[in-house]
């Protein structure tokens, strides 16, 4: 599975952006997919895995009511909806998938990883 995000860029604070996770090389079918963030200097955070086949999602504490994952099933694509951004979401984020079933905070048990879209959000 090939994984790429996209959709990031600077934005004010307050704004939203709708990222993409496009999967190639297998549908995402029987998969969970994670979001995360990674803000220089930290570790990776945890924000979103949205399991494929049930549309269930499971969110960090920290983002529920801001983001929202949706899907769309042809383009065997993923969406991370984030409102009301803060400086604070400042961050490169990464979309991955996991083969085992449920959803994971879990950086380790993600098999497949895409390269990062910046956020910058400015105050």
């Known amino acids: 599975v090939q994984l790429q995000a996209s959709g990031g860029g600077l934005v004010q604070a307050g704004g939203s952006l709708i990222l993409s996770c496009v999967a190639s090389?297998?549908?995402?079918?029987?998969?969970?997919v994670g979001w995360f963030r990674q803000a220089p200097g930290m570790e990776r955070e945890f924000l979103s895995a949205?399991?494929?086949?049930?549309?269930?999602?499971t969110y960090a504490d920290s983002v529920k009511g801001r983001f929202t994952t949706s899907r769309d099933h042809a383009k065997n694509t993923v969406y991370l909806q984030i409102n009301s951004l803060k400086p604070e979401d400042t961050a490169v984020y990464y979309c991955?998938?996991?083969?085992?079933?449920?959803?994971?905070?879990?950086?380790?048990?993600?098999?497949?990883w895409g390269k990062g879209t910046l956020v910058t959000v400015s105050s």
């Open positions: 090389g297998r549908v995402l079918n029987g998969l969970a």
């Open positions: 991955a998938a996991k083969i085992s079933p449920g959803g994971s905070p879990m950086n380790s048990d993600y098999d497949y």
């Open positions: 949205y399991k494929w086949n049930s549309g269930l999602t």
